[in-house]
C-alpha cells in the first residue's frame, strides 16, 4: 500500500510545485496525504481483489470541493483550501487501488496510470517534477502566444499536456 500511497501524494505534491509553492510546506504536505491515506486505506485495502473498495479509495476534486483528506493534509501544510482549488485541476479523479494508481483529468478524459505495480513502474519523482515544469513552461509560451487566455485553466492545460491528453 504504500507505494502506490506515495505515487498518489507524488503526484499531488508535484502539481502543486507546478504553481512554485514552498518545498518545506509541500513536503510536509505530502508526508501527511500518506499517513492519512495509509489509515485511511487500511481496512479497505484488498490486494487480491484490487477493485473492491475502489471507489472508498478514489480522490475526487471538482469546481466546489477538495477531496477531505486532500484538504487536511494542505491545511497541515499551510496550504488554504483556495490556494488547493488554485493549484489542482477543476476536474481531478485520482484512484489508489492494490498494484495500481490512475487519474483523470475531466470527467471525459482519458485514464492515464501513475504506478503500474504488475511491471513495478513508477516515474521517479524528479522526473514528475520536470516533466510538470515543462509543461508549465508550454502553458506559459502558448498564453503568451494567445490574445486571451481567460478561456483556459493553467492546472487543466498543464495536466492535460503532462498525460499526453
Request: glycine content about 6%.
Amino acid at each position: 500500500m504504500r507505494v502506490e500511497v506515495t505515487s498518489a501524494s507524488n503526484f499531488l505534491a508535484n502539481l502543486l510545485r507546478a504553481r512554485e509553492c514552498c518545498a518545506n510546506r509541500l513536503e510536509i504536505f505530502s508526508r501527511v496525504l500518506r499517513d492519512l491515506l495509509c489509515e485511511h486505506y487500511q481496512s479497505h485495502w484488498f490486494p487480491e481483489a484490487p477493485f473492491r473498495g475502489s471507489g472508498y479509495r478514489c480522490l475526487r476534486f471538482n469546481f466546489l470541493t477538495v477531496d477531505p483528506l486532500v484538504l487536511k493534509a494542505g491545511e497541515a501544510a499551510g496550504f488554504s483550501v483556495e490556494v488547493l482549488q488554485t493549484c489542482l485541476p477543476r476536474e481531478l479523479t485520482i484512484w489508489v487501488d492494490p498494484s495500481e494508481v490512475s487519474y483523470r483529468i475531466g470527467e471525459e478524459g482519458s485514464v492515464c496510470v501513475l504506478y503500474d505495480g504488475k511491471t513495478d513502474t513508477l516515474l521517479p519523482e524528479a522526473a514528475q517534477t520536470d516533466f510538470l515544469q515543462n509543461c508549465k513552461n508550454q502553458f506559459i509560451s502558448f498564453g503568451k502566444a494567445q490574445d486571451s487566455v481567460s478561456d483556459f485553466n493553467f492546472n487543466d492545460t498543464a495536466v492535460a499536456v503532462a498525460a499526453g491528453l
